[in-house]
């Protein structure tokens, strides 16, 4: 079965330092991983996904993730934290395309001056 | 990308009254899925909407407490029936991207529901 840990409940950074948010996972096959951001009161935006291409994924407002078979990870970065980063992450995996996603607990970014 | 559109966007309700969610896409889907966000939780797949097939229900949820229908490609509801405060929360719908194979999906913006 799979499944998705997000090893971090809340992450507080300064504004321009960077950004780490873990996320493991657990899969049988070879699973399909994104990461999804969810600002207060507003819907689910994709941010990036891994489809077994380039392990390095690039997504929009600079954040990036890489997938790390071996230690099935999939942790998001991003060099310099923005007042506007501030949100609630969530990593999903899917295992077949089709299928639903499960999400992780999600992560909540706080971001200071 | 798909656009989806929800109603209603949010709504108060009576305990053992049911509400219907409605879930509109701009395209033709062929799969559906509804969430749940509990306050302060994470989304949970509560069914999988095909056209022309009965919904799929995970574990936990029951087709009696959450009816589903989807009679066309672009269009899917969702009642929640014999509400009590424990069913308030977030429903969102999602479909998936038939480009990308539905390795994609994008979600509507939500329907917060509070029941009393």
């Known amino acids: 079965a799979q499944s998705v840990t997000q090893l971090d409940s809340h992450v507080s950074v300064s504004e321009g330092t960077p950004v780490l948010l873990r996320c493991n996972y657990s899969?049988?096959?070879?699973?399909?991983l994104f990461w999804y951001v969810q600002h207060p009161n507003k819907g689910l935006q994709l941010l990036l996904k891994?489809?077994?291409?380039?392990?390095l994924v690039k997504g929009i407002n600079g954040f990036e993730a890489e997938f790390k078979k071996s230690e099935t990870s999939f942790h998001l970065t991003k060099p310099s934290a923005h007042m506007s980063d501030a949100a609630e992450y969530f990593c999903?995996?899917?295992?077949?395309?089709?299928?639903?996603?499960?999400f992780g607990k999600g992560t909540t970014l706080s971001v200071s001056s | 990308s798909a656009v989806i559109s929800q109603k209603p966007s949010r709504d108060i309700c009576q305990r053992g009254t049911s509400l219907t969610i409605q879930c509109q896409v701009d395209?033709?889907?062929?799969?559906m899925f509804w969430y749940r966000q509990q306050p302060g939780q994470s989304l949970t797949l509560i069914a999988t909407?095909?056209?022309?097939?009965?919904?799929?229900?995970e574990s936990g949820f029951v087709i009696d407490k959450f009816p589903i229908s989807r009679p066309n490609l672009t269009f899917s509801t969702l009642t929640v029936s014999n509400m009590s405060p424990e069913d308030s929360s977030i429903y969102l719908c999602?479909?998936?991207?038939?480009?990308?194979?539905?390795?994609?999906?994008?979600f509507g913006p939500g329907t917060r529901l509070t029941v009393l």
């Open positions: 999602s479909v998936g991207d038939r480009v990308n194979s539905y390795n994609e999906q994008f």
């Open positions: 899969s049988s096959y070879s699973p399909s």
């Open positions: 891994y489809t077994s291409a380039a392990t």
């Open positions: 999903v995996v899917s295992e077949t395309a089709g299928t639903a996603l499960i």
């Open positions: 395209s033709q889907v062929t799969m």
């Open positions: 909407a095909n056209q022309g097939s009965e919904a799929t229900y």
